[in-house]
């Protein structure tokens, strides 16, 4: 059993730069994907991005694209979300989830196993 703890989330301007964190306890997460995904009041969650377990290979959202970056340090067990020039849109809670298929990058979030309860990221104009 894996358990994520995300934190990081504030209310930021427009523009502004952000760090996420998730920590993982239970069992080392080195062989695991992992993902950080969002989801907004009335929407659907949707994929913002994936690092494989070794951290060589990485998987973006368009909406992400040159913007985030996704991390991990496994000796830490913790992966990390940097996010630079902040939009509102991309006001959402923020989730990070563990896929113990090794090597893979999904984007569906069926696709993984454990979830971190989010936490909330709030861009005003």
């Known amino acids: 059993q894996v358990q994520l703890v995300e934190s990081g989330g504030r209310l930021v301007q427009a523009g502004d730069s952000l760090r996420l964190s998730c920590a993982a306890s239970g069992r080392a997460i080195n062989t695991y994907t992992m993902g950080w995904f969002r989801q907004a009041p009335g929407k659907e969650k949707e994929f913002v991005a994936a690092i494989a377990w070794g951290g060589a290979r990485t998987s973006y959202a368009d909406s992400a694209k040159d913007r985030f970056t996704i991390s991990r340090d496994n000796a830490k067990n913790t992966v990390y979300l940097q996010m630079n020039s902040l939009k509102p849109g991309d006001t959402a809670v923020y989730h990070c989830?563990?896929?113990?298929?090794?090597?893979?990058?999904?984007?569906?979030?069926?696709?993984?196993?454990?979830w971190g309860q989010g936490t909330q990221v709030t861009v005003s104009s």
């Open positions: 989830a563990a896929d113990n298929v090794i090597g893979a990058l999904n984007i569906r979030p069926t696709s993984y196993e454990y």
